[in-house]
């Protein structure tokens, strides 16, 4: 951790900023999408206001001090919905309806105390808790709510603008009562609702919360210093309870090692994006210990499927059978993960398919660069930077197996902070990384016709119709049919290669309270602790 001594001397040698997870993300997503009644889906209230946390002393609560990467530029805001959003602080100053409950993401009760649906999915009800302040001592109602679903709609570049374009119309009969009007059924809403970027903010507040950060989250701003630290201090009045710690810092260094030399070195309380390399400069650190947490978030690659040269469904094909993906993960993560399909769905989702579709396979893949024109030999410019830990195993390993059926890969840097304005959605093939997804927000989000977010440029009417059916679908079997059609037809034809699931390697230091094993995108940032003397 950072001592008051040197806090400033540390800043001032280091460049800061975040790692997107969805990646955008970075990451990095989840649930078990039960078959709902006949009628309705009611959620159970959380404990009653009866049960009081009473607040701990103050001398009891340390600083909690961690970092987080580069990837804007210095055009991180505080909108959660934002393109350039600051995730660490809006994940500690903002509230959701909904947050998962475990690691298999259900929904569970939030700022929404509980929800129920009309018989056919397309009228959602949500009852809100009536003890819930913002920072400024405003109490949050239905109208704040309704505020918020028209910013996620309606904000310029907002990106889960597409997730939550079945709402047609949000109705407000009192206060503390929400009605979703949608324009199809949706199933599995509450899913939605849970999207870890809608976050509900005080009816007037943008764009000045852009700045103010001002939410009802367990931690309030103090100083927003995008390049710098951020602080923010604790929110005692957080209808969850106060939190465990006092204040919270948020370093942003742009160099990994960097981050990983401070952590080490006991200036950071821990740091989550350590690869397996990092693991033995730890091996004689008594006062650390390393988590190694599973995890849906992942790294891949992007073809753009609506310009040459990956346009040539061939081609594509070709660059999928090059692929040996346990190798990458053995190389890249130290085995630290698990396969995956060509699909970033969260593992364990109800919805999953069970089994890839290609294995690597030279000679095919000569074939069909063949039958793409392109027989003899293919050459091809991967775009990554130093965003995310894996990227630079990841294109070597794409590299050297990709060469085996006569396609050329030459590896092009760009730099870490402009990378997503200038490479990403831009390129014909480039590095991404995502944060973990449940089945349909996966799929929509990153998939779906026009969708902000449809980083390959994917657009096939009958994989968006296969969505469509799958949410208005009641019966639990037809609707994994409907979702393991579609993630079958992007497996096989689309333009994205994901190799694995990355396990999440965290260092952290052995003094501070249990930290959460589901990703710090959800974690439950007022039950974490520090003791003031853990330094």
């Known amino acids: 951790m950072f001592t008051k001594k040197i806090h400033w001397l540390i800043t001032i040698l280091v460049v800061l900023t975040m790692i997107l997870t969805a990646c955008k993300g970075a990451a990095p997503e989840e649930p078990v999408a039960e078959e709902p009644p006949a009628e309705v889906e009611v959620v159970e209230e959380p404990p009653t206001e009866e049960e009081v946390v009473e607040e701990p002393p103050a001398e009891t609560r340390g600083v909690l001090r961690y970092n987080t990467g580069i990837v804007y530029g210095?055009?991180?805001?505080?909108?959660?919905?934002?393109?350039?959003?600051?995730?660490?602080?809006?994940?500690?100053?903002?509230?959701?309806?909904?947050?998962?409950?475990?690691?298999?993401?259900?929904?569970?009760?939030?700022?929404?105390?509980?929800?129920?649906?009309?018989?056919?999915?397309?009228?959602?009800?949500?009852?809100?808790?009536?003890?819930?302040?913002?920072?400024?001592?405003?109490?949050?109602?239905?109208?704040?709510?309704?505020?918020?679903?028209?910013?996620?709609?309606?904000?310029?570049?907002?990106?889960?603008?597409?997730?939550f374009g079945v709402v047609e119309s949000v109705d407000t009969p009192d206060d503390f009562t929400v009605v979703f009007n949608l324009t199809q059924p949706v199933v599995d809403f509450p899913l939605i609702v849970m999207d870890y970027r809608a976050r509900v903010l005080k009816k007037g507040s943008f764009p000045d919360i852009m700045e103010t950060g001002m939410g009802s989250g367990p931690f309030k701003l103090e100083t927003l210093d995008v390049g710098g630290v951020t602080v923010l201090v604790a929110n005692d009045d957080y209808w969850d309870g106060p939190p465990g710690v006092a204040v919270i810092e948020v370093f942003m260094i742009a160099d990994n090692e960097a981050a990983i030399q401070a952590t080490r070195a006991g200036q950071i309380d821990f740091s989550i994006d350590l690869i397996a390399d990092h693991i033995p400069m730890f091996d004689d650190a008594d006062d650390f210990v390393i988590d190694i947490i599973p995890t849906g978030n992942w790294s891949g690659f992007v073809m753009r499927t609506d310009i040459p040269p990956f346009d040539n469904l061939d081609l594509r094909q070709a660059m999928h059978l090059v692929v040996d993906r346990q190798e990458m993960l053995d190389l890249a993560l130290a085995g630290l993960g698990e396969v995956s399909c060509d699909l970033g769905i969260t593992p364990g989702d109800p919805y999953l398919i069970p089994e890839c579709l290609y294995e690597q396979d030279f000679e095919a893949a000569a074939a069909k660069l063949a039958d793409a024109g392109y027989a003899d030999g293919f050459e091809i410019d991967l775009y990554t930077a130093d965003v995310c830990s894996d990227w630079t195993a990841l294109t070597e390993i794409f590299q050297q197996q990709a060469a085996n059926a006569g396609i050329e890969v030459n590896i092009v840097n760009v730099s870490s902070d402009g990378f997503w304005a200038e490479a990403w959605m831009i390129q014909p093939f480039v590095m991404t990384c995502w944060n973990e997804r449940t089945t349909d927000q996966f799929l929509n989000e990153i998939y779906r016709s026009g969708g902000s977010w449809n980083e390959s440029f994917w657009n096939v009417p009958e994989f968006d119709a296969l969505l469509d059916a799958a949410r208005a679908e009641m019966d639990f079997e037809k609707r994994k049919e409907h979702y393991q059609a579609a993630q079958t037809m992007l497996h096989m034809d689309g333009g994205t290669i994901i190799p694995y699931y990355s396990g999440m390697v965290r260092a952290a230091k052995t003094c501070l309270g249990e930290l959460p094993q589901i990703g710090l995108f959800f974690a439950d940032w007022n039950h974490i602790t520090k003791p003031a003397d853990c330094e």
């Open 74 to 163: 210095g055009l991180e805001n505080l909108n959660p919905v934002d393109p350039n959003r600051f995730w660490p602080p809006i994940s500690l100053l903002f509230d959701r309806l909904a947050t998962p409950a475990d690691d298999e993401m259900r929904p569970t009760p939030s700022l929404a105390k509980s929800w129920e649906s009309n018989a056919t999915g397309e009228v959602w009800t949500f009852t809100l808790r009536d003890d819930v302040y913002f920072h400024d001592g405003t109490q949050l109602t239905s109208a704040d709510v309704a505020y918020s679903v028209d910013h996620w709609l309606n904000a310029e570049a907002s990106v889960i603008a597409g997730s």
